[in-house]
């Protein structure tokens, strides 16, 4: 099995930054992507940003210029540096990976963390 762990959360006022860390631990072959998710109370979970095995980034619109996604592959884990933060920013950070489980498979499957909590406010 594969265990995503989030960390890096916390309380911060608005236009301060904050970097999350999504660790993966288990059964790993290789990790095709690394997404973040959000979701605030009273809202659908939406998409932040995701980082595919090769590098390449997309964001979503509310978030583009503010945050960026990297990952280390060798420690198989992957980052968010969230700068610029808005109390609309506020939610239960989540990570989600695509990993290969081994060699054999040519598919990966899905896998998410437990959440960490960001919150903007002053």
């Known amino acids: 099995q594969v265990q995503l762990v989030e960390s890096g959360g916390g309380l911060v006022q608005p236009g301060g930054s904050l970097r999350l860390s999504c660790a993966a631990s288990?059964?790993?072959?290789?990790?095709?992507?690394m997404d973040w998710y959000r979701q605030a109370p009273g809202k659908q979970r939406e998409f932040v940003a995701r980082?595919?095995?090769?590098?390449?980034?997309s964001y979503a619109d509310s978030v583009k210029g503010r945050f960026t996604i990297s990952r280390d592959n060798a420690k198989n884990t992957g980052y968010l540096q969230m700068n610029s933060l808005k109390p609309e920013d506020t939610a239960v950070y989540y990570c989600n990976g695509v990993v290969r489980t081994s060699i054999s498979r040519t598919t990966g499957d899905n896998y998410w963390g437990q959440g960490t909590q960001v919150t903007v406010s002053s």
């Open positions: 288990g059964r790993i072959f290789s990790i095709y992507s």
């Open positions: 980082i595919n095995s090769a590098g390449s980034t």
